[in-house]
């Protein structure tokens, strides 16, 4: 028997997956990335095995077929399963919410029946801060304030994902299930050899900041400067993509260490909200770029403001958020100087 410890990863060469391989591989796992490279490039697979100085374990497979994944779990003793694979797009779910459904659930529902079948006990589900919805008195969300209903199909498949974890962990109870709940991941592995990459146009803040920068976008819309916040922009909670990935590891740690079953939700931010004109001022300092920006009108369904209570992911996973903001604005800047070389 192998005394390696095989983490699947589904959807590991996107942008949180390959940060979560390269922390695996840190701390001395074997990660099997699960990804047929629909959403990612595949030089990242090419640039992680550059950082890792080894092979890394890749298998082009869409997780929602249970047969080719099947083989995988036969040929590996897999110790723990952690699964990203999903579409995240919010706009585009709510053009195509069966795109989402059947790709969302389906590839979970996979990979929950061969965890059964393998008996593999350790899971970690990739969920998001999406599920609070738009708190209505408090802007600092901790894990006991209520689920909303969603307002995209997007947001519905993360609820549903922690929904359908919860069952199967009741009808399996040696199970240990962690839904890890992700405020605004940012950022790129210090290299800058991996990072977001997004197909088209980005929906998200700082990637849209750093292709204006570099020119390949015209111009940054700030959507609403007339929010109730103290510059009237909207807040968020920004975690550098390398202490999300980290998170990931001392989930898994956790689940490996302990003796009985349990389902969980942790949130993983840094409990700190930054604006966007804020954000703006930190892509400036760190670029030394002037950026084209103007306010524009607010977009449908933003929330003004929210930010995490990370105090369960302190507790409960002794994980907390080590990367600054400045940290991380750098590290999306590198990478998007290093993809402007491509
Ligand atoms: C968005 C999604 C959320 C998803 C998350 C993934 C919406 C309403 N929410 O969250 O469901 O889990 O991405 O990371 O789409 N902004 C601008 N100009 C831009 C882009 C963004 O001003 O061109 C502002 C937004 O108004 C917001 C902030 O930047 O206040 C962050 O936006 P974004 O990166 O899209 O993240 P969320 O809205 O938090």
Known sequence: ???????????????????????????????????????????????????????????????SELNPLEKV?????????????????VDESIREPLKYYQNNIGSLLTVLQLAEK?????????SSCTVYGEPKDTVIVDEMTPIQAATTPYG??????????????????????????????????????????PLGKPANLLPYITQTGIGKLEKLVVFGNDYSTQ???????????????????KALQNALESKTGFMDAINIGTGKGTSVLELIKVFEKVSGIKLNY??????????????????????VLNWTATRTLEDSVLSAWNWEKYNSTL
């Open 118 to 126: 393998f008996k593999v006990a350790n899971i970690i589900f990739s």
């Open 231 to 249: 510059d009237g922009s909207c807040i968020r909670d920004y975690i550098h993509i390398a202490d999300l990935a980290d998170a990931h590891v």
């Open 156 to 197: 519905e498949t993360k609820i549903m994902g922690e929904k359908i974890l919860s069952d199967f962990q009741k009808a399996n109870g040696n199970l240990k299930i962690t839904a890890l709940r992700y405020f605004n991941p940012i950022g790129a592995h210090e290299s800058a050899l991996i990072g977001e990459l």
């Open 1 to 63: 028997m192998s005394d390696k410890k095989y983490i699947l990863v589904t959807g590991g060469a996107g942008f949180i997956g390959s940060h979560t391989v390269i922390s695996l591989l840190e701390k001395g796992f074997e990660p099997i990335i699960i990804d047929d490279l629909r959403n990612a490039k595949p030089f990242i697979i090419n640039n992680l095995e550059t950082i890792a100085g080894k092979p890394i374990l890749h298998y082009p497979i869409d997780c």
């Open 294 to 315: 103007s306010i524009g009108p607010r977009r449908t369904g933003d929330v003004p403001a929210i930010y995490a209570n990370a105090e369960k992911a302190k507790t």
């Open 73 to 89: 779990f036969t040929e590996y003793e897999i110790s723990g399963i952690i699964h990203f694979a999903a579409y995240k797009a």
